[in-house]
C-alpha cells in the first residue's frame, strides 16, 4: 500500500515556498521568540558546555537509553516515591517514539484492545495506534468520562496530560479525580501523552491531574517528550513510562526500541539529565519555562482583546483553536500568507508579538458571523 505525505508538512512546505515576504508560519509547534527565532535555553547551553568539557563517550547508551536521564525524569514529573519506585522507564526517541514503543507493549499484551480517543485530536494519534496493530474508536473529547464509563475491561483511553492539542484545553482536577475513579473501576488502561507540560499554568499545576490520576489506577502507560519543555526540538528527546511495570515490561520495551531503532541518541537526553541532577541549573531552566509560559498567556490575551474571540482566553499552552472552519482557514493563507491548519488550530508559539495587530486584522475581517 502506498502511504500518503503528512498533510501538516506538505502545507509546511507551501509555506516555506511562498514568496511573500511577509508570509507567516503558524503550523508546526515550535516555540519562537519575537525575532522568529527558537531559542537555545540558557540552562541547556550551561549544560551543554559543561559535558563537552568533561568529554563524554560517544559510545551507545543501550536501548533503554540514558538512566540518567529516564531517572530523573521520572522523579520530576511524578514526585512521589511510591509512584516512582512501581514506575519502568526508558529513553525513546522523542516523544513520537515514546508513543509507538507504549502502543506496540499495549498491542502486544492485549491484541484484542480497542484504543478510545477524544477528538479533535493530536494528528499523529490515530495513525501511530493504527501502525501498532491497535484498533481505534473515536468520542467527542468533551465526552471522555462517558466514552471509559462504556469501554470493556483491558481497552486503552489515550489522554493528553496537559494543554491539549489542538483545542488548549486543561482539565480540573475534579475531572481528573472522576476520571481516574472511573478507569480504575472499568479495568481501562489510561495512555497519557505528556508534551507540553510547564506551558499551561505552570509546571507542577500542569503535572497535577496525571499525578492525580496515577495514583489512583493500578497500571498505566506515559509517553513525555522534551522537545517543548528544553527546546530541544532537534535532539529526540523522549521517554516511556509504564507505571505498575516491572522486569518483564522493560524487557519487552527494550526489546521493541532494539527491532525499531536499537537505540536512542544521547545528547539531548544526557543535556536534560544535567540540567536535572544541578539545583541552580534545575532553577534556571524552570525560570526560563516560566518565562515562555508567561508570554504565551500574553500573546493569547492580546489576541483576544483585538479580535474579541474571548473563548480564546480559556485555552492552553502552545496552540490555539480558532472558531474559524476550513475554507476561512484557507483564505486566511490565500489573501493575508497567515498559515494554519484547516481545523483552526495556530501555533500560538511562532507568533511575534510585533505580528499580533496583523494576524488580528485579518482575523476580524474572516470571523464567523
Given at each position: ?38 531559542p ?49 522507564a ?9 508513543l ?18 477524544g ?23 468533551a ?108 524487557g ?44 504565551l498567556?500574553?500573546?493569547r490575551?492580546?489576541?483576544?482583546d483585538?479580535?474579541g ?6 485555552q492552553?499552552?502552545m ?33 511575534p ?5 496583523r ?11
Amino acid at each position: 500500500m502506498l502511504l500518503t505525505a503528512d498533510p501538516l508538512w506538505q502545507l509546511t512546505a507551501a509555506c516555506a515556498d511562498d514568496p511573500r515576504p511577509g508570509r507567516l508560519d503558524l503550523i508546526v509547534g515550535v516555540y519562537r521568540d519575537d525575532s522568529g527565532a527558537s531559542p537555545v535555553m540558557r540552562a541547556v547551553r550551561a549544560a551543554e558546555l559543561r559535558l563537552a568539557q568533561r568529554s563524554p563517550s560517544k559510545g551507545y547508551v543501550g536501548p533503554s537509553g540514558d538512566l540518567r536521564f529516564a531517572a530523573s525524569l521520572t522523579e520530576l514529573l511524578l514526585n512521589d516515591r511510591t509512584l516512582v519506585d512501581r514506575t519502568v522507564a526508558v529513553q525513546t526517541v522523542a516523544g513520537t517514539g515514546a508513543l509507538r514503543l507504549l502502543a506496540e507493549l499495549l498491542a502486544q499484551t492485549g491484541p484484542d484492545r480497542t484504543v478510545h480517543l477524544g477528538v479533535p485530536a493530536y494528528v499523529n494519534h490515530p495513525g501511530i495506534m493504527a501502525a501498532a496493530g491497535l484498533r481505534v474508536v473515536t468520542h467527542p473529547v468533551a465526552s471522555t468520562l462517558d466514552a471509559v464509563s462504556s469501554a470493556r475491561a483491558g481497552d486503552v483511553l489515550l489522554i493528553q496530560g496537559c494543554c491539549h492539542n489542538p483545542t488548549g484545553r486543561q482539565m480540573a482536577l475534579d475531572e481528573w479525580a472522576a476520571l481516574g475513579e472511573t478507569l480504575a473501576r472499568r479495568g481501562v488502561v489510561p495512555f497519557i501523552d505528556q508534551a507540553y507540560f510547564g506551558l499551561g499554568d505552570g509546571l507542577e499545576e500542569d503535572l497535577a491531574g496525571m499525578r492525580l490520576l496515577l495514583a489512583t489506577v493500578p497500571y498505566a502507560v506515559v509517553a513525555v517528550s522534551g522537545s517543548k519543555a528544553w527546546g530541544l526540538y532537534s535532539e529526540r528527546v523522549g521517554a516511556a513510562l509504564v507505571v505498575g511495570g516491572d522486569a518483564q515490561a522493560r524487557g519487552s520495551l527494550e526489546h521493541i526500541a532494539r527491532v525499531s531503532y536499537s537505540q536512542p541518541p544521547a545528547h539531548g537526553a544526557m543535556i536534560v539529565a544535567e540540567i536535572l541532577s544541578d539545583p541552580a541549573l534545575t532553577a534556571c531552566w524552570r525560570d526560563e519555562l516560566e518565562s515562555m509560559r508567561r508570554r504565551l498567556g500574553r500573546l493569547r490575551d492580546e489576541l483576544a482583546d483585538r479580535t474579541g474571540f474571548d473563548g480564546l482566553r480559556e485555552q492552553r499552552g502552545m496552540f490555539l483553536r480558532l472558531p474559524l472552519g476550513a475554507e476561512r482557514m484557507e483564505r486566511l493563507r490565500v489573501e493575508h500568507g497567515i498559515y494554519g491548519l484547516p481545523s483552526g488550530r495556530i501555533n500560538l508559539a511562532g507568533l511575534p508579538a510585533e505580528q499580533v495587530g496583523r494576524v488580528a486584522a485579518a482575523l476580524a475581517s474572516h470571523s464567523p458571523a
